[in-house]
């Protein structure tokens, strides 16, 4: 069936994209690779290869407790005539009225900082249910207004476009750090169903082939700090968000460089050296360098072996600075970096009560810092430009005015 896409916010959406490609059958499995195009062919085979590890994490059920606070959002649409676009957001997931319930703030649309303090644009009341690690969200949900323009969310029947009268299902996994959506396919390789954003209220059981997005998968991923890093591989410098959880020698780092939150590199500490060390550990088995070559990736030094870094102490007796030296993304078959970074670092909090509720500068205080799309840190971001603005530890989408 024809999708036409309307309304306002499809545009702000298309300026936010990446370039669309031809639709295949696992599209939205694919679709990480335009969203990460780099200009060394090593740097893109590596984010190529993190979808088929970030889910291997911990099989631990989380509690919907577990469930709160900021995540990344990646979701890949389906375009017409043929196609996908990527984007991302940064919701944060808040408790509900109810114990079973949660409020996802800033649901596919986001935040607008334009005011103070930012307010979500959209946002979805979800029911977790903890036996199938599942959210729920009812069928027609009102997201939210943007600009003009009332939105609603429903799950369609890819080939007749009648609204389904089932809830949107959000999968939950390693403890609550993961959620995911994705839609199901047919045996000729097109959609079978897929999430549409549409400005039509109380379409259930109804044709509806006019939206704002076509979402074929979601993929959120929780953070609780940024990492600033140096590819020197791509001549990159920006940051990317992380997820830090402490243990009983020191503390696991998800999403360490950038390419995958699972699975976490572990480090020890020596405080009284002031030093921490992660061990050569394997991100990812049998990764397609090229068309004939498979290898075993690693975090590693630039030489192979450990990854060294040092801890210095912040004015917050809690928490520290973590400063890592050279360090890579190391093929072992090759026994040579296949994505090489020569500095990173990121605050850690050592409390002994864990690593929740870092104290930090207000809002206000904060210093504004301003990223393109793909992470690159801004002088001077020009007006209209679509940017990620970073003032403490939130992080938004944002046009520039």
């Known amino acids: 069936m024809k999708k036409v896409y309307v309304t306002a916010v499809s545009v702000f959406i298309a300026a936010c994209a990446a370039a669309s490609l031809p639709m295949s059958k696992h599209v939205p499995a694919n679709a990480v690779d335009a969203a990460s195009q780099k200009s060394d062919a090593s740097a893109a085979l590596l984010m190529k290869s993190r979808r088929s590890v970030q889910r291997s994490g911990s099989s631990e059920k989380a509690t919907r407790n577990d469930l709160l606070g900021t995540f990344v959002w990646d979701h890949y649409r389906f375009m017409n005539p043929g196609g996908w676009q990527y984007m991302f957001c940064f919701p944060e997931i808040v408790a509900g009225e109810k114990d079973d319930e949660v409020i996802i703030e800033g649901f596919w649309a986001d935040y607008d900082d334009s005011v103070y303090p930012p307010e979500p644009i959209t946002r979805a009341k979800a029911v977790f249910d903890y036996e199938s690690q599942t959210l729920s969200i009812e069928p027609g949900y009102f997201l939210g207004q943007y600009e003009s323009y009332p939105h609603y969310i429903y799950v369609s029947d890819w080939n007749t476009d009648v609204m389904l009268d089932e809830p949107i299902v959000l999968n939950v996994s390693n403890s609550g750090r993961l959620i995911t959506y994705r839609c199901d396919f047919q045996e000729d ?44 591989t791509v001549a990159d410098e920006g940051f990317c968000p992380i997820y830090i959880r402490r243990t009983v020698d020191g503390f696991v780092v998800h999403n360490f460089g950038g390419y995958g939150y699972e699975p976490g590199l572990p480090f020890s500490i020596d405080l009284a050296k002031g030093t921490c060390t992660a061990a050569r550990t394997l991100f990812g088995k049998d990764i397609q360098i090229d068309a004939d070559t498979k290898a075993d990736i690693y975090f590693a030094s630039v030489d192979g072996g450990d990854i060294e870094g040092i801890i210095t102490p912040t004015e917050n007796e809690k928490v520290y600075n973590v400063d890592i030296g050279e360090w890579s993304f190391y093929d072992a078959a090759a026994d040579e970096p296949l994505v090489r970074f020569s500095r990173s670092s990121f605050p850690v909090n050592l409390d002994i009560s864990g690593i929740v509720n870092v104290e930090r500068e207000s809002y206000d205080e904060a210093r504004v810092e301003y990223f393109t799309l793909q992470g690159l840190r801004l002088a001077e971001p020009e007006k209209g430009m679509i940017v990620i603005k970073r003032q403490g530890d939130k992080v938004s989408k944002t046009v520039v005015r």
């Open 189 to 232: 390789g097109r959609p079978a169903n897929c999430l549409l954003i549409t400005s039509f209220p109380d379409k259930v059981g109804q044709v509806v082939d006019k939206g704002v997005d076509f979402i074929g998968e979601i993929v959120m991923n929780k953070y609780n700090e940024v990492m600033e890093l140096s590819n020197t």
